[in-house]
């Protein structure tokens, strides 16, 4: 795969938090808080990506990341095609590929692409031309980077520091790239203590998540945390396990007041979306004092918008002359 940093050392495509070094992360996270705007407050907009054109292409399901990135790219001035995967030409059997070339004819400078396929974002890298950047927007089960990022923003702002925090993922981590992405990014940022929550099906292969401990009781992982993340069941990844007994797992996994109180006073509880609620989250937990859900959301518009301003300034170098 084509690098991610230029040879100057700017931000060229987006598509996993693997390798990036700790700078570049809080150089990140530093300019998303510089976007950043409370629900009230009136939204940030500049002209960071004036004549820079952004197609969405999204091919599964998805209310926060499409709309974020939406919003962020037209918050920064750009030129933003969303395209309905749906009614594209890709259902009478054109390929991915041939689908970016045209818009890339179209003067497209940045891909934003979701996609069930794993290893499709990098496969763009290494097609699209020079001047044009691919941002992964979540990637089947193995990278949600801005995702990721929007997950660590959340943490310092509540926290303010990543050394010696104690945080724990309960669910279906064998199936999250939100998962895989923020842990890459809490490791590389010094969290130490990360631990894995789920019944063993859920839980990730031995030679992932290196150095993180693994439970399958989840009153064992909670103790004491300082950040409780809650994942959805992803069924539409699952061959064989789409039976999973809701109500069963709620019994087991489900996070209650009861069980948050297993965790650090101050804990924060945090859940990428979609919830659903009353199989891995109680909505007392969801909509309670220690829940920092929407502050995810309000968080992800910042970070779209920093990763877009970022790659943006490094296009300019990248760009033809007219
Ligand atoms: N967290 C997340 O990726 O949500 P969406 O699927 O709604 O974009």
């Known amino acids: 795969m084509r690098a991610q940093i230029d040879s100057a050392g700017g931000l060229r495509h987006l598509v996993t938090l693997e390798g990036l070094s700790r700078e570049t992360l809080l150089s990140l996270l530093d300019r998303a808080e510089n976007y950043r705007r409370i629900p009230g407050q009136p939204a940030y907009e500049g002209r960071e990506l004036a004549g820079v054109t952004v197609s969405n292409l999204f091919f599964e399901p998805s209310t926060r990341t499409r709309a974020s990135f939406d919003l962020a790219a037209r918050r920064l001035g750009a030129h933003v095609l969303n395209m309905d995967m749906q009614s594209s030409s890709r259902v009478k059997g054109e390929t991915m590929l041939d689908t970016v070339y045209t818009l890339e004819a179209m003067n497209t400078d940045v891909f934003v692409i979701r996609d069930t396929e794993a290893g499709l974002p990098e496969f763009l890298i290494d097609h699209v031309a020079p001047h044009v950047s691919v941002i992964s927007a979540g990637e089947a089960h193995c990278s949600h980077p801005t995702q990721g990022l929007l997950d660590v923003l959340t943490i310092r702002t509540h926290k303010r520091r990543f050394e010696g925090l104690k945080v724990v993922i309960v669910g279906d981590i064998r199936h999250s790239r939100v998962a895989r992405s923020t842990a890459q990014a809490l490791t590389t940022l010094g969290v130490t203590d990360l631990r894995l929550v789920g019944p063993e099906s859920l839980l990730p292969d031995e030679n992932e998540f290196r150095g993180a401990q693994r439970f399958t009781r989840i009153e064992d992982g909670l103790a004491d945390a300082d950040v409780v993340m809650m994942l959805r069941i992803q069924k539409e990844r699952m061959a064989v396990d789409a039976s999973l007994d809701d109500a069963a797992y709620f019994r087991d996994f489900g996070l209650t007041p009861a069980r948050l109180r297993l965790a650090a006073p101050n804990a924060i509880v945090m859940h990428p979306g979609p919830m659903n609620r009353g199989i ?30 970022a790659i943006a300034a490094t296009l300019t170098r990248h760009r033809l002359p007219l």
């Open 280 to 309: 891995e989250i109680d909505s007392r937990v969801a909509d309670g004092p220690q829940s920092v859900i929407r502050e995810q959301v309000n968080n992800g518009v910042a970070v779209r918008m920093a990763v877009l301003a």
